[in-house]
């Protein structure tokens, strides 16, 4: 068929729809007439679904936990740059011998014994540059000296002094990129992916706070048509008691509707129970301490709707394209991929570093400041420039390392293209969702519709003596049954709506929530 007539076909049969919602309410449910044995009066507290997702921002205890994963991974990023942290080394050595003495062969020089001593000081300041280089500072002084024997030599201590600068600058492996640079790439692109990740936390917290929403809502509206359900039956039931007097119907049907109201009853405490399991499920998504909320019940202020939406699926697939947080969170790893090969491709290179040194010295005989003075002039400079190759020969690991992180990059590649037809095709069962739930809706009412008005006949014919209690009561049971069933498609669509954005990415933005991670 032609994709223009599909499409005024769709919208010819959601017009139909629209005109059906506003000539007949969808729940015409009158009131009940008692309020809802589950609500305590004195702990009832009026919630918007917009107020259930604020609170649960605040209180939510996956959201708390997910929330540090962004600051822990802003901690790692912020380590990866201890590689450039300059490393101070200082050490200080104290030196003594005593050496016998000696007489020399084939001389009469007679060698005393010697106490020889020594100072030693000496520190650096080294570090990594950004080009993957490194530079040191180093500076050293000494003192050495010896005294012999008994006899006073004089002084002879001798002091030493020097001070320079050490540079190494990687021209090949480690040029373009290192260990270090590539782990503060790594280190940033998981930052933003702990971001992503944060976000997608959040989406999914308000959409299991939606989903919990409406699924209260339809429970309490299952009380409803439960309370009402029972109210019919026993109503049914006196009037079959008269008419036994009356002798106008026989004792038999007296059973049939008492047997009507103990099945009411039994539904109505199965409602009851299903709405305090959702309410529970609702307090837990809203609460870190469930004990402050357990004994609060709700009175939701929002209600079912059920007005009709035609999504696009162009329009649905770009921002699941566009904005999906685990869509997006597999693009950045596939970026780490190419770091990962970037890194192991440099490192095949053999290591080739320019390495050159500049210092100056000084030493004077029992003058402790004239070599510090000769050091700081530059009397005795001495320089040295090379270069330093490093070839390993096979380079196995280099060379399969790499041919690794190829395939991992590869291996992204294809993951990420699967992923992204995994989001087309779970927006497009979403779509498919709601629209089949919306079409469930009209169906639903007209069932329901055309139970009720079966049921009034039945009635009508029950007074006339054209039918039995047994088949009125069978037609009103059909009518509860299909009103369950209206409330579930109404509960379906709201939920498949909330599905549709949730699998777009777009829920966040729904609720105009800006994540700020300063």
């Known amino acids: 068929m032609n994709r223009t007539l599909v499409s005024v076909a769709v919208l010819c049969v959601s017009a139909q729809m629209l005109a059906l919602a506003q000539e007949e309410p969808l729940l015409p449910l009158a009131p009940a007439e008692p309020a809802l044995e589950t609500q305590l009066e004195n702990n009832l507290q009026a919630l918007s679904l917009t107020d259930c997702v604020q609170i649960g921002l605040e209180h939510n205890l996956d959201i708390k936990i997910n929330r540090y994963n962004p600051q822990i991974s802003q ?40 106490d020889i001593y020594s100072d030693n000081l ?4 080294s570090m990594l ?17 010896f005294s012999s024997g008994m006899y006073n030599m004089g002084n002879n201590d001798q002091f030493n002094a020097s001070a320079g600068i050490n540079l190494s600058q990687p021209l090949l492996r480690n040029f373009w990129i290192d260990g270090t640079r590539m782990g503060i790439k790594i280190a940033k692109k998981n930052l933003q992916s702990s971001h992503l990740v944060y976000e997608y936390s959040l989406m999914t917290t308000i959409y299991n706070i939606e989903c919990a929403y409406y699924s209260l809502i339809g429970a309490r509206e299952d009380i409803i048509a439960a309370e009402q359900n029972l109210a019919l039956a026993q109503e049914f039931l006196d009037e079959t008691r008269k008419k036994v007097e009356l002798g ?20 109505l405490i199965a409602m009851r129970q299903a ?10 998504l809203l609460s870190d301490d469930f004990t402050l909320w357990q004994d609060t019940d709700f009175e939701l202020t929002d209600e079912l709707h059920s007005t009709p939406t035609l999504p696009s699926r162009a329009e649905s697939w770009f921002k699941g394209m566009t904005m999906r947080p685990d869509l997006l969170q597999m693009k950045i790893d596939l970026e780490n991929r190419d770091i990962y090969l970037k890194y192991s491709y440099n490192q095949l290179f053999p290591q080739l570093d320019l390495v050159g040194s500049y210092a100056h010295s000084g030493a004077a005989l029992n003058n402790g400041e004239r070599p510090l003075t000769q050091a700081a002039q530059g009397t005795y400079p001495r320089y040295t420039v090379g270069g330093q ?4 020969l096979g380079n196995i690991s280099a060379r399969n390392t790499y041919r690794t992180r190829k395939a991992e990059r590869e291996q992204s590649i294809l993951s990420l293209k699967q992923k992204e037809q995994n989001v087309m095709v779970e927006i497009d069962n ?13 169906s639903t009412r007209d069932a329901r519709i055309y139970a009720e008005q079966a049921w009034e006949a039945g009635k009508t014919r029950l007074d006339h003596g054209k039918a039995t209690s047994f088949e009125v009561l069978q037609l009103q049971t059909t009518v509860f049954q299909n009103r369950l069933s209206e409330i579930r498609a109404l509960v379906t669509y709201n939920i498949n709506l909330a599905t ?7 829920t966040l933005e729904k609720y105009n929530i800006v994540v700020s991670y300063e």
């Open 275 to 284: 709405y305090k399991t959702a309410a529970n499920t609702l307090r837990s």
């Open 248 to 267: 106008s119907m026989i004792e038999l049907d007296t059973k049939d509707a008492e047997s009507r109201v103990s099945s009411a009853k039994s539904s």
């Open 75 to 114: 901690y790692s990023y912020s380590m990866a740059y201890a590689g450039y942290d300059p490393v101070l080394n200082s050490s200080y050595t104290y030196g003594f011998s005593k050496n016998p003495g000696s007489l020399d062969p084939g001389s009469t020089i007679i060698n005393l014994d010697r």
């Open 122 to 125: 000496s520190s650096s300041l």
């Open 129 to 145: 540059s950004p080009s993957g280089g490194t530079v040191s500072l180093a500076g050293n002084y000494s003192r050495s000296g």
């Open 389 to 392: 190759l490093s070839v390993p």
């Open 430 to 442: 979403a779509i498919n969702s709601v629209n089949s739930s919306l079409e469930a809706i009209a």
């Open 500 to 506: 549709l954005c949730y699998r777009e990415g777009g």
